[in-house]
């Protein structure tokens, strides 16, 4: 073996020899008969007499040679172990031969390593899993390390995993000169969104940075958001709806029933765009669900229903106040309600009790679209002369009270007739029982749920009080059948007089 002082000699004579060369490659030749030894970790950092410096890092391999520490004491390379290598500053890795190589076998070159694609940025929704790949080519023994550039967290070096995130891990792919270092994040959170770099650890750290992009489906705050919501009728309303998620959701407002929305009195439209949506005077047909609706390009969609209920006192409507009905037929009179809440209904006669179904009375209410209208029907089976009068609809809430009245007559039929003019086969047994004629104005047959021609064209507004002289005025208008007849009789009497007595003053100037 050589004295150590020899070593020291070599490196001065390589040093000496290259000071010339214009280039920043440095080539440490192999000390000869250097102890041989496994590689190792070594750091060596000198200046050559041309200015180049040259460094090795503790993560460089040691090229071979036997352990040791020399030092130049102010001369150019110091380092620990005969094969320490020496990098240019130009980026050129440069280490000497194995021990005991041969001389021509003694200068090798090893390129540094390099990125050979881009880390691509990726968005994946949250919750699922992800991995960013980093490719490497000419790696050596150089290592790979993963950082999460915001965070400024080591996650992985090499095959080691230094966060504690338990989400985190790391694989390498190896393909034909380089490899691909992947990092893996499992169950992503909103928080994992960020740059992410992959670095090498030359003596001037490469690195690389790919983007990943976290997106969160929307998501409805109930607690921020309205819930269902009771509210007088004219009075304003606020409705909120409050949604996160990443990008920012979008939210639009829409009715249930897709029926267009009144903002104010003046503004109707389809759908209403915003985090809060403000009704004017709001009115029993605004009542319904609203659907708040929460988007960000992120699946699901997701939405929350509010329902709006506008409370009001109940309001009757009644088609015909005077109905006419023949004996011994049924008769059915109606009335309409609105009211919100749902109204008691039911009927009296006059200021009695109240009317149940029996066999002489059948009560109906049908709910009608929307839900706060009730089609109120009272059938009053095989009507008589005690039937006459007047009968009341009344309705009920919490809002108030109202009632209706309608004012029920009966008519009798014809007991006599002259075969040929009058018939009471002919009038009341070809329209049937069921045609539950009313009288009461000049339209003889008119029904019951015909307009009544001798009111208003538009439905009477109950107001509690039916309009009883208008009442006995279309009764007084209405046609006798029996009188009819017998002013018929009358009239032919009267015209077979006159041609008598025409024929007869004829015959009394011929014979003159």
């Not at 108030?400 to 040929?420: F, K």
Request: with cysteine; proline share 6%; glycine share 12%.
């Amino acid at each position: 073996m050589l004295p150590p002082s020899w070593h020291l000699i070599g490196a001065l004579l390589v040093l000496a020899a290259t000071a010339g060369d214009s280039t920043n490659k440095i080539i440490l030749p192999q000390i000869l008969n250097g102890g041989g030894g496994g590689g190792g970790v070594g750091t060596a950092q000198g200046k050559h007499p041309s200015g180049t410096k040259t460094v090795a890092t503790g993560l460089v391999p040691n090229f071979g040679g036997a352990a040791g520490n020399g030092a130049g004491g102010g001369g150019p390379v110091a380092g620990s172990g005969t094969g320490s290598t020496v990098v240019g500053s130009n980026g050129v890795i440069v280490a000497g031969g194995g021990a005991n190589v041969p001389t021509s076998n003694l200068n090798i070159v090893v390129e540094e390593p390099e990125f050979t694609e881009y880390i691509e940025n990726v968005t994946v929704p949250a919750g699922r899993n992800v991995k960013l790949g980093c490719s490497v080519k000419n790696l050596g023994s150089y290592k790979v390390a993963w950082m999460h550039f915001e965070q400024s967290a080591i996650l992985t070096v090499h095959n080691h995993v230094i966060t504690r995130n338990p989400r985190i891990s790391v694989t390498h792919d190896k393909h034909d000169r380089h490899r691909t270092w992947y990092l893996h994040i499992n169950n992503v959170h909103e928080e994992d969104r960020g740059r992410y770099m992959c670095q090498i650890n030359t003596v001037t750290a490469k690195t690389q940075f790919g983007y990943l992009n976290v997106v969160v489906p929307p998501n409805i705050d109930d607690s921020l958001s309205s819930s269902d919501v009771i509210v007088r009728e004219g009075a304003n309303i606020s409705l909120r709806c409050r949604a996160s998620g990443s990008p920012r959701p979008i939210i639009k407002w829409k009715r249930d029933d897709n029926s267009r929305i009144a903002i104010n009195k003046n503004h109707i439209v389809n759908e209403w765009e915003g985090d809060t949506l403000e009704i004017t005077r709001i009115s029993r047909l605004d009542m319904g669900a609203y659907l708040c609706i929460a988007s960000n390009g992120v699946p699901p969609t997701v939405s929350k229903r509010i329902k709006v209920s506008v409370d009001f006192p109940p309001m009757l409507l009644i088609p015909h106040q005077l109905v006419g009905a023949p004996e011994g037929f049924n008769v059915t009179i109606e009335c309409f309600t609105e009211a919100h809440p749902t109204s008691l209904n039911y009927w009296t006669r006059g200021e009695g009790p109240i009317i149940h179904d029996s066999h002489k009375y059948k009560v109906e209410a049908t709910v009608g679209l929307p839900a706060y209208k009730t089609h109120m029907k009272l059938t009053i089976i095989n009507v008589s002369s005690g039937d006459d009068g007047i009968y009341k609809c009344v309705a009920k809430n919490p809002r108030g009270e109202t009632d209706g009245i309608i004012r029920l007559y009966v008519s009798y039929p014809p007991t006599t007739a002259s075969s040929g003019i009058y018939s009471t086969d002919s009038h009341w047994g070809e329209n049937g029982i069921n045609n539950n004629y009313a009288y009461g104005g000049p339209d003889s047959t008119r029904s019951i749920y015909a307009q009544d021609k001798n009111k208003t064209q538009n439905p009477l507004l109950a107001n509690g009080n039916a309009n009883e002289a208008d009442a006995e005025s279309n009764g007084s208008r209405g046609h006798n059948p029996s009188m009819a007849i017998a002013w018929l009789f009358v009239v032919i009497a009267t015209l077979l007089l006159t041609i008598r007595s025409a024929v007869g003053s004829s015959h009394s100037l011929s014979l003159c």
